[in-house]
């Protein structure tokens, strides 16, 4: 069984410029969602993706946005990048929906940095 | 409002030595879920335990051990005879059923640093 993977594992980007990041879920896993994790803080929630339609989103400025594709990996865009989005991003897959006591699998996460 | 405090931002102990990890929590919701998990310095976050608002059995797995109060809204965490593989951040958080919708979001606290010396 093949866990979470991301990619890349590193970026570093200047103020303005465009970021992807991309995630593929667990083997089976239908439901895709995206943390970000500044240094010293816990997970924010950022969206979910559930058979590729966004259901629920975080306190994130639409700049942020995402893909979820038919073999249900997905993207994460953000646009005009500040200097706030440094931060670790997290890639969870679940499966069988988006009910509360699913376990979400993290992947390894991209450590972005923008100059 | 749904949120997670823990208050201990590090704690450091010597290898052998019992150590618990505290964890509060707000939700309106009335069905939630509690969750453990470990990010150990390779960033990947583990999962450690998941306790519904239902059950408030506490369980002893291995060295592992959870106590969960809804009185006090606490769902505390306990590693006994620590090792140095334990040295991580552990993060406690929270999901539920959300207004407007239905969601299996995490909700985190900001992590607790744990250190065993040996």
């Known amino acids: 069984e093949t866990g979470v993977t991301q990619s890349p594992t590193h970026l570093i980007k200047t103020r303005g410029q465009q970021v992807t990041l991309r995630c593929s879920s667990q083997?089976?896993?239908?439901?895709v969602s995206w943390y970000q994790q500044a240094l010293g803080q816990g997970p924010q929630f950022i969206f979910q993706?559930?058979?590729?339609?966004?259901?629920g989103r975080g306190n994130f400025p639409p700049r942020f946005s995402g893909l979820q594709f038919p073999n249900y990996s997905s993207e994460l865009n953000v646009n005009a990048l500040e200097l706030d989005d440094s931060a670790l991003y997290l890639c969870?897959?679940?499966?069988?929906?988006?009910?509360?006591?699913?376990?979400?699998?993290f992947g390894p996460g991209t450590r972005l940095t923008v100059l | 409002a749904q949120k997670v405090t823990q208050a201990q931002t590090e704690i450091s102990v010597v290898e052998k030595e019992d150590v618990t990890l505290d964890c509060v929590y707000e939700?309106?919701?009335?069905?939630?879920?509690l969750f453990w998990y470990k990010q150990p310095p390779s960033g990947e976050l583990v999962f450690l335990i998941r306790?519904?608002?239902?059950?408030?059995q506490n369980e002893i797995s291995g060295r592992y051990s959870w106590n969960f109060q809804k009185s006090t809204s606490s769902f505390n965490f306990t590693i006994t005879a620590s090792q140095v593989v334990d040295s991580a951040v552990y993060f406690c958080?929270?999901?539920?059923?959300?207004?407007?919708?239905?969601?299996?979001?995490?909700?985190f606290g900001t992590g607790t640093l744990l250190a065993v010396q040996p």
């Open positions: 939700t309106r919701d009335t069905t939630y879920y």
């Open positions: 969870a897959s679940s499966l069988g929906g988006t009910r509360a006591y699913n376990e979400q699998f």
């Open positions: 306790r519904n608002s239902f059950d408030e």
């Open positions: 993706y559930y058979r590729e339609e966004e259901n």
């Open positions: 083997s089976g896993h239908n439901t």
């Open positions: 958080a929270l999901s539920g059923m959300n207004y407007g919708g239905a969601t299996n979001k995490l909700i």
